[in-house]
């Protein structure tokens, strides 16, 4: 179970705030310059390389900004990202670290343009992580 254990180190990821049925988007970013470490996992198909990031379940905070589904990635921190690439590592901690929540007071997060959720505007951009008030929200 769980054997092809990875790390997804990102500087930021976005989640969606759902209001009266039109989504708002977030980023979560760390308040320490770096970046996350969130749990994953790869397969090998051929001679490519894929992955997937685990959610669990969410914290206060995700809740209240992921309202539609109760669900955050496992962000892990240095101490866990070791535990988490140990081969020898059981079921039981594996289990453990998924079930463990990063600190929420490690985390920054904002609202950012709803460009992001277009297709036809270019997002990869660094202002995408730019602050964008939205006066109907009040989360």
């Not at 894929?50 to 109760?70: G, M, V």
Request: hydrophobic share 35%.
């Amino acid at each position: 179970m769980y054997s092809k254990r990875c790390i997804v180190p990102v500087s930021a990821f976005f989640e969606p705030h759902d209001l009266k049925g039109k989504k708002y988007p977030f980023v979560f970013k760390p308040k320490l310059k770096g970046s996350l470490s969130l749990a994953g996992l790869y397969t090998r198909i051929d001679n490519k390389v894929t992955f997937t990031i685990l959610t669990q379940e969410a914290s206060p905070l995700f809740a209240k900004i992921h309202n539609k589904k109760n669900r955050q990635p496992v962000i892990l921190n240095i101490e866990q990202v070791n535990q988490w690439l140990d081969d020898d590592l059981k079921e039981e901690g594996i289990s453990n670290l998924l079930k463990a929540h990063f600190g929420e007071d490690q985390l920054e997060t904002h609202t950012v343009s709803t460009d992001l959720f277009h297709p036809k505007v270019n997002s990869d951009v660094e202002e995408i992580l730019d602050r964008v008030e939205y006066r109907e929200l009040k989360v």
